[in-house]
């Protein structure tokens, strides 16, 4: 019992001194991301795209578990909230998987293949060990929500509604 609390506060502890980035690096800007029409893009372009706006970032692959439970929570997500912009990040194994699942599972938003996979420039910047991951991005650019791995979180919730 004592070794459950004493791990608890030390991931308690860890967690409260771990910040948030409020704001992409330079190099995540710069990672190359592929468009449905297999043009290539930069984080900077697609931010670029929606300035201005409300975004939410899925990171998923249509191979993993959790990112299709997920999914259904995300559609609701954009049922309640239409005016937010829904990335798609994938991180399928092959661009045709990625393309058909988009079809298969009817995901509607902006929709972009992550070249650089888990690695890159962008899944170093966010960290990435797990999807799916979600990201809230405030009308102004900046990260309100920046490590989330359900479409339930409380943060994301009540960060749409502001």
């Given at each position: 019992?004592?070794?459950?609390?004493?791990?608890?506060?030390l991931v308690g502890l860890v967690s409260c001194t771990l910040e948030s980035p409020t704001t992409f690096s330079k190099k995540a800007l710069e990672d190359v991301f592929i468009t449905l029409n297999n043009e290539?893009?930069?984080?900077?372009?697609?931010?670029?795209?929606?300035?201005?706006?409300?975004?939410?970032i899925d990171v998923w692959a249509s191979w993993c578990i959790?990112?299709?439970?997920n999914l259904p929570k995300v559609k609701k997500l954009q049922e309640e909230n239409p005016d937010v912009?829904?990335?798609?990040?994938?991180?399928?194994?092959?661009?045709?998987?990625w393309r058909n699942s988009?079809?298969?599972?009817?995901?509607?938003?902006?929709h972009y293949y992550m070249k650089s996979g888990w690695e890159g420039k962008f899944g170093d910047f966010l960290g990435l060990s797990w999807i799916p991951r979600y990201v809230l991005i405030n009308e102004t650019g900046g990260i309100e929500v920046f490590n989330?791995?359900?479409?339930?979180?409380n943060l994301i919730i009540e960060g749409l509604k502001k």
């Amino acid at each position: 019992m004592v070794k459950k609390v004493m791990l608890l506060l030390l991931v308690g502890l860890v967690s409260c001194t771990l910040e948030s980035p409020t704001t992409f690096s330079k190099k995540a800007l710069e990672d190359v991301f592929i468009t449905l029409n297999n043009e290539e893009v930069t984080f900077d372009e697609i931010l670029t795209k929606n300035k201005g706006k409300k975004i939410l970032i899925d990171v998923w692959a249509s191979w993993c578990i959790d990112c299709l439970e997920n999914l259904p929570k995300v559609k609701k997500l954009q049922e309640e909230n239409p005016d937010v912009v829904y990335l798609f990040l994938s991180l399928d194994r092959d661009l045709q998987s990625w393309r058909n699942s988009i079809e298969r599972l009817e995901i509607k938003g902006q929709h972009y293949y992550m070249k650089s996979g888990w690695e890159g420039k962008f899944g170093d910047f966010l960290g990435l060990s797990w999807i799916p991951r979600y990201v809230l991005i405030n009308e102004t650019g900046g990260i309100e929500v920046f490590n989330a791995t359900k479409a339930t979180d409380n943060l994301i919730i009540e960060g749409l509604k502001k």
